[in-house]
């Protein structure tokens, strides 16, 4: 199937730093991708939709200036988490739709990133 | 509202026992319904896929059902073995929309 990378699988920083979380399509290409946030033992909240050349949308009550996204290429969505507090510790998702696979088109989800702010 | 609500929320089974998890939804008008494994620490991985008109399908030990009429569907999972310890989460498509709803999810515990 399908395969989505994420990069870092975890990262550790600093409160008031920005933290950037990629995700890449790695065998096909994805106009649109979503950024999902995951706490503990709950399930994933969509967090935004990133469009491929142009601005994500975003969620009710998810600050846009807050998580930015950038959907640079077909393959590749990057989400940055600006001046992160402790609160923003969290696993983040993304996952990505291949268009070809026709209107039943599966995500696929990435293997995650697990931020803590410190 | 759509809604997917699934039960029990958690579960613990002995090695090699069989058990079914739940999903109830309110989603309408339906387009399909996917059962995902996600284990802890990773994404979510999807085991099968529903639309309105099947009402069985097979993955290997694991077999979902779907009664459209109810809005019911089930995921059996057969001799179970201490990897399939993960959380299973249930996820609707609406046909008018494209976002996907996700129900909250059962945390399965295999123990030996």
């Known amino acids: 199937g399908a395969v989505v990378s994420q990069h870092p699988s975890w990262v550790i920083c600093k409160s008031g730093t920005s933290v950037k979380i990629e995700c890449r399509s790695l065998?096909?290409?994805?106009?649109?991708m979503f950024w999902y946030r995951q706490f503990p033992k709950q399930s994933l909240m969509l967090m935004a939709t990133?469009?491929?050349?142009?601005?994500?949308?975003?969620e009710q009550g998810v600050e846009k200036d807050k998580f930015l996204i950038n959907h640079a290429s077909l393959t590749l969505s990057t989400l940055t988490v600006t001046s992160a507090h402790p609160e923003d510790s969290s696993f983040y998702i993304c996952?990505?739709?291949?268009?070809?696979?026709?209107?039943?088109?599966?995500?696929?989800f990435g293997p995650g990133t697990r931020l803590t702010v410190t | 509202k759509n809604q997917v609500e699934q039960s029990p929320q958690s579960l613990i089974i002995l090695e090699g026992k069989n058990c079914t998890l739940q999903?109830?939804?309110?989603?309408?008008?339906?387009?399909?319904l996917r059962w995902y494994k996600q284990d802890t620490g990773r994404g979510p991985v999807s085991l099968t896929i529903?639309?309105?008109?099947?009402n069985t399908k097979s993955n290997g030990r694991y077999t979902a059902t779907l009664d459209a009429d109810t809005k019911q569907s089930s995921l059996h999972i057969t001799a179970s073995q201490l990897s399939d310890s993960a959380s299973y989460i249930c996820?609707?498509?609406?046909?008018?929309?494209?976002?996907?709803?996700f129900g909250s999810g059962t945390r399965l515990s295999i123990r030996p």
């Open positions: 996952s990505a739709r291949d268009p070809a696979s026709g209107r039943e088109a599966e995500q696929y």
């Open positions: 065998d096909f290409q994805a106009t649109t």
């Open positions: 990133s469009n491929e050349g142009s601005k994500a949308t975003y």
């Open positions: 999903c109830n939804y309110t989603v309408s008008p339906f387009s399909n």
């Open positions: 529903m639309t309105f008109s099947e």
């Open positions: 996820v609707v498509r609406g046909s008018s929309a494209s976002k996907i709803i």
